[in-house]
């Protein structure tokens, strides 16, 4: 998607508001219905049923009548969209949203008329009820519009984003291939040397950041200074992830440019992120200490590194299964844990091969050197073990 940032006038403002609610109040009536099912009972109505209600609603309903029917509808179609998704298992079940953290909608049947160029340094888009909304046009829309999502952030930022299929970065042909190993001290480790971190908040801004949430903590429930503790809190964590977004972007674009093949390792970061808490009955050990780990895992953006480099170089992306690559040497192929001296250098016991344990893990990927718990590679047969006679091995083995 291409985002740019719309700068609306108060009564737009106000208009982009209503068509926010009424998305998120279909969208929350579409999963209560949802709810309600159970194994055994008849399926919940699908979208065509769905639409249907919608209409018989919008005669009864003058508030809902006056809003966008194309907004409406289209909160049904990303809703069933999602329970596609969710069915699929690539993600979560659809929940509530809520005001104030869940503001936009999206509109569809976008024609080339309804984005216009006003100045070198604004565009206008048209919105049903709302009229010709202007943005900043820091580059050139995509050519074939289809749709378009306008968002409202914590900040009470406003964006728009068009939607369209990105081009693929051609690749260079130079039959190059570069490993990636993704961590938390460095963020990402080339295999051809190089040590790039995701910038965060500097040292100032994390300590206002710290202390505007002690702050917040003292601060009562549903009160103005509340609120404004918590406008100052989101814009210092958009401002991260902007920063973050903007490394990921620049260095994906750099890494399918240069290379023709990338290999990433193959972590399960969900997995990796989930919470110690345990139960009550059996509850987790450091607590703390693992939610630190998540909130530094999450801050380097690794599943968005993965993921822009699959838009942006479709089939030459490759994940090599990450089992050992940090304690393999590069140079023998040695597994040992202890060749992996500190978190940044690796001396093997092996050969004496030694360098920055990072970029030996990388190069290890850029090889495709995934082994297995016995030591050996995954496609051929482990060969650290004793050798034995055919005539004394159990049966079918």
């Not at 039959?175 to 040590?195: F, H, I, M, N």
């Not at 999450?298 to 994940?319: I, Y």
Request: glycine share 8%.
């Amino acid at each position: 998607m291409s985002r740019f940032r719309l700068t609306p006038t108060a009564e737009q403002e106000a208009r982009l508001l209503v068509h926010c609610a009424h998305a998120r109040f279909v969208w929350n009536l579409a999963v209560e219905q949802h709810s309600h099912w159970r194994p055994g009972r008849s399926l919940p109505p699908g979208y065509v049923e769905q639409a249907r209600q919608l209409t018989e609603i919008r005669a009864e309903h003058a508030w809902l009548r006056d809003g966008s029917v194309t907004v409406q509808q289209q909160a049904l179609r990303d809703f069933a969209q999602a329970l596609h998704n969710f069915f699929g298992g690539t993600h979560g079940r659809p929940t509530w949203r809520r005001a104030a953290f869940h503001e936009g909608f999206r509109q569809v049947a976008v024609k080339p008329e309804h984005v216009r160029r006003l100045n070198r340094r604004l565009g206008a888009v048209w919105v049903p009820k709302v009229g010709w909304v202007r943005f900043r046009w820091s580059r050139r829309p995509p050519g074939e519009l289809k749709s378009y999502r306008i968002t409202r952030d914590r900040t009470r930022r406003w964006h728009i984003a068009f939607a369209a299929i990105p081009v693929p970065v051609p690749a260079p042909g130079n039959g190059r291939v570069v490993g990636v190993d993704r961590g938390v001290a460095v963020s990402a480790a080339l295999s051809t040397g190089e040590l790039l971190h995701c910038p965060g908040l500097s040292r100032v801004e994390r300590t206002r950041a710290l202390r505007l949430r002690r702050r917040l903590a003292r601060a009562a429930r549903r009160s103005n200074r509340r609120a404004r503790l918590r406008r100052a809190i989101a814009r210092l964590t958009t401002k991260e992830s902007a920063r973050r977004r903007d490394w990921a972007e620049k260095l994906t674009t750099l890494l399918a440019r240069e290379f023709d093949v990338i290999r990433v390792e193959d972590l399960r970061i969900t997995h990796m992120t989930r919470s110690a808490r345990g139960t009550a009955a059996s509850p987790g050990r450091r607590v703390r200490q693992k939610s630190g780990l998540n909130r530094a895992i999450l801050a380097q953006g690794w599943g968005l590194l993965v993921s822009r480099l699959e838009h942006k170089a479709p089939g030459r992306v490759e994940k090599v299964p990450a089992a050992f690559t940090s304690q393999r040497c590069s140079a023998c192929g040695h597994v040992a844990s202890e060749s992996r001296e500190s978190q940044a250098v690796f001396r093997c016991v092996a050969c004496g091969h030694s360098g920055n344990a990072d970029v030996n893990a990388a190069e290890n990927i850029a090889a495709g050197r995934a082994v297995t718990a016995r030591g050996g590679r995954t496609v051929v047969r482990p060969v650290n073990r004793e050798p034995r006679r055919r005539d004394l091995a159990a049966p079918g083995s």
